[in-house]
């Protein structure tokens, strides 16, 4: 799941927000999504330590958005799932002894977070209630 973290944490927001406040057994949420419980459940936790979810246990538990879903915008929810190393990785094994193989990753690093800046701040500028409305207004026309 690793490469699609974000979008399935931002479909499992998008989810818990439809449910107006009543938590979601994970089971539900993996439905929706297409995936088991277990994926589900693991990233709940990470979710839940980001403060963006409250999980609740037991049998009746599930989770709930932690605040307004106009207050969690898609930069929060990148932030939580994925840093800038996981979106693009620099190989490892380059060649000390070489120019190139000594200073590329450090060249790449300032580049690549840069434009992790500038995709962050877009995501910023769009919350969980803009996909909502999104969403339903795709769903009735």
Do not use: W, Y
């Amino acid at each position: 799941m690793s490469n699609t973290r974000f979008a399935v944490a931002v479909h499992v927001l998008s989810v818990l927000r439809l449910s107006d406040g009543q938590t979601v057994p994970s089971s539900l949420l993996a439905s929706s999504v297409g995936t088991n419980p277990v994926v589900i459940r693991k990233l709940l936790v990470v979710l839940a330590q980001a403060g963006l979810i409250v999980v609740e246990r037991g049998n009746s538990g599930g989770a709930r958005l932690a605040r307004a879903a106009d207050d969690v915008n898609l930069a929060d929810v990148l932030d939580a799932v994925t840093g800038v190393g996981d979106m693009v990785k620099i190989h490892g094994e380059a060649n000390p002894a070489c120019p190139v193989g000594r200073n590329i990753g450090h060249v790449l690093d300032l580049i690549l977070n840069d434009g992790f800046d500038a995709f962050r701040s877009i995501l910023a500028k769009h919350t969980i209630e803009d996909l909502v409305q999104s969403i339903r207004a795709r769903d009735a026309g």
